[in-house]
Nanobody, 120 residues
Framework: QVRLVQSGGGLVQAGGFLRLSCAASGSILSLNTMVWYRQAPGKQRDLVATMTSGGSSTYADSVKGRFTISRDNGKNTVYLQMNILKPEDTAVYYC??????????????WGQGTQVTVSS
């Protein structure tokens, strides 16, 4: 069993910043690409950013230049630094990854989600 536990959400004003964390724990042999998604009420869940285990990253056009994804493989943790936040960034943010456990089984895992609210 692998678990992803998120932290760092909250309420900020437009132009502010937040840093999200997603820590993996459990019987982890390896973590693959780690991904941030977000979902606003009544909207689809959209991909925000990804980072491979080797450090290659991608971003949605809507956040490129404002958000930065990073990971600490030693801590099995991925981060999302969100700067110059806009009201349209308001959503529940989810961490996602696939992981291989000590039995050699690869599965998909989701964090519990954390609310980010940006006021205007």
């Amino acid at each position: 069993q692998v678990r992803l536990v998120q932290s760092g959400g909250g309420l900020v004003q437009a132009g502010g910043f937040l840093r999200l964390s997603c820590a993996a724990s459990g019987s982890i042999l390896s973590l693959n690409t780690m991904v941030w998604y977000r979902q606003a009420p009544g909207k689809q869940r959209d991909l925000v950013a990804t980072m491979t285990s080797g450090g290659s990253s991608t971003y949605a056009d809507s956040v490129k230049g404002r958000f930065t994804i990073s990971r600490d493989n030693g801590k099995n943790t991925v981060y999302l630094q969100m700067n110059i936040l806009k009201p349209e960034d308001t959503a529940v943010y989810y961490c996602y990854t696939t992981a291989t456990d000590f039995s050699g089984i690869n599965r998909a895992y989701w964090g519990q989600g954390t609310q980010v609210t940006v006021s205007s």
